[in-house]
């Protein structure tokens, strides 16, 4: 006899089954999805950050990109069919080099420096393109290094690979630390000969060059670019003419019968009817007669408003895709095509055009040090030749050239060497006050009197 069957439970089994099966799908759907696209953070993605301009950040992923006033997160994912590609900061076009770059570089390889107010031996000897790992050794081995004190004199010797091999500080008049290279390491040494200081002073005229003119006067190469240097943001050196006069006061101390150590007490430089002065004050900078500074201070960043920076300066940037090391030698700003780019200083452009991987690219010269490139740029403002100020507009950012989108690549080089733009020590444009500055004036009164022509 066939069995009575509630209603009850065929109500039952007709809810149960369609709700299990939906779950069943439901999750099915959601693994499915998951495991379709994986999660991957190494993806170089592309943000937009205008409805018609997109930009390429490759380092921090998920860090928040800054423009201007606006923050976007950037996620990424990464599939078999992505392909990474990196922006070359290459120019084709080189810096000419002038005697000039040669003085200041201190191709002689012997180099005389007065220690200013802020050095450190590490800081002094990296700007001078010494191989850093003779810089840590000695400063490491030998901490009473630390202690160079303003106004005291150093000295070091490289060889033709900038590597050092002997350095010299004089503490006071009779006592001279020495440190020479020995195999792998420095051997530390002192003298203790007497040595009087004596005040020369050097007057020539102009003739064929300032260089070739003042060493026929007797001044060395170190000294020649000791002044050069003091009055770089003064003076173009360049345009001196036949008839114009110069003026030294060195202070110089003599081992025997060699030139062991010069100090720079002042400088005059008639161009013209124009004279420059250089004079050296207590904390072993160069002023005015008037005590005004000689130096030129630098915007730490060539835009109006902050941009993220999406890749960092790095001299030993490994490239993802080829495994060797690329130097990434400038600072690149994640900021949108046609965003105003401005001189960080006042200089001479010395290359605007297009110039191979680094697409349209700048070059400008402030005083003789200092050099910052701009690589990229989607317009050229400025013409070779042209003198800027600071902040002028000289172009506007791009992806010209090789490069994965638009972005600003920006240099900053110290004596011919690729510096990181954000940290480096810029000079600081601040003159004397109060005692100081009452001081120095006393001062020059006796030192211009002797600069007379």
Request: overall charge positive; cysteine-free.
């Amino acid at each position: 006899m066939a069995s009575k069957i509630e209603s009850s439970d065929i109500e039952k089994n007709k809810f149960n089954f369609p709700y299990f099966s939906l779950l069943g799908v439901l999750l099915v759907v959601i693994l499915f999805t998951v495991l379709w696209h994986p999660l991957n953070l190494d993806r170089t993605v592309y943000v937009p950050l205008t409805p018609q301009v997109e930009t390429t950040v490759t380092d921090n992923i998920n860090s928040p990109v800054v423009v201007g006033d606006g923050r976007i997160e950037v996620v990424g994912g990464k599939s078999k069919t992505d392909q990474i590609t990196e922006s070359s900061d290459v120019p084709e076009d080189e810096i000419v080099k002038d005697e000039l770059d040669d003085i200041i570089e201190d191709k002689g390889n012997t180099v005389q420096y007065t220690v200013a107010r802020g050095d450190t031996l590490h800081d002094i000897l990296l700007r001078y393109n010494v191989n850093r790992r003779d810089v840590y050794q000695l400063t490491t081995n030998f901490k009473q290094l630390a202690n160079l004190r303003i106004g005291q004199q150093i000295s070091w010797t490289t060889d033709d690979s900038r590597n050092l091999q002997s350095f010299s500080w004089i503490i006071s008049s009779n006592n001279i630390r020495i440190y020479e290279k020995s195999g792998n390491k420095f051997i530390e040494s002192s003298e203790t000969i007497e040595v009087v200081p004596k005040n020369v002073v050097i007057k020539g005229d102009i003739k064929t060059s300032f260089i070739a003119d003042a060493r026929k006067s007797g001044l060395t190469s170190s000294e020649i670019g000791i002044i050069t240097r003091a009055l770089q943001w003064r003076l173009d050196f360049r345009r001196l003419k036949v008839g114009d006069k110069f003026s030294v006061i060195l202070s110089r101390e003599v081992h025997g019968k060699r030139l062991a150590n010069s100090q720079l007490i002042g400088v005059r430089i008639k161009n013209g009817s124009k004279d420059y002065y250089a004079i050296l004050a207590d904390d072993g900078k160069f002023y005015d007669i008037n005590g005004g500074s000689l130096s030129q201070s630098f915007f730490r960043y060539p835009l109006a408003k902050q941009a993220r920076v999406s890749s960092g300066f790095n001299p030993r940037r490994l490239n993802p895709v080829t495994g060797i090391v690329t130097p990434h030698n400038g600072v690149d700003f994640a900021v949108s095509r046609g965003t105003p780019v401005l001189s960080v200083g006042n200089g001479e452009v010395v290359i605007a055009k297009y110039s191979g991987s680094a697409g349209n690219y700048i070059a400008i010269r402030h005083g003789r040090q200092y050099m910052t490139t701009y690589m990229h740029l989607d317009k050229i403002l400025v013409k070779p030749g042209q003198q800027v100020k600071q902040g002028d507009k000289i172009g506007l950012s791009g992806n010209t050239g090789r490069s994965t989108g638009p972005h600003l690549h920006f240099e900053l080089h110290i004596n011919n060497k690729p510096v990181n733009p954000l940290t480096a020590s810029l000079p600081i444009s601040e003159g004397l006050t109060g005692k100081s500055k009452k001081a120095f004036l006393s001062k020059v009164k006796d030192i211009r009197s002797q600069l007379n022509f």
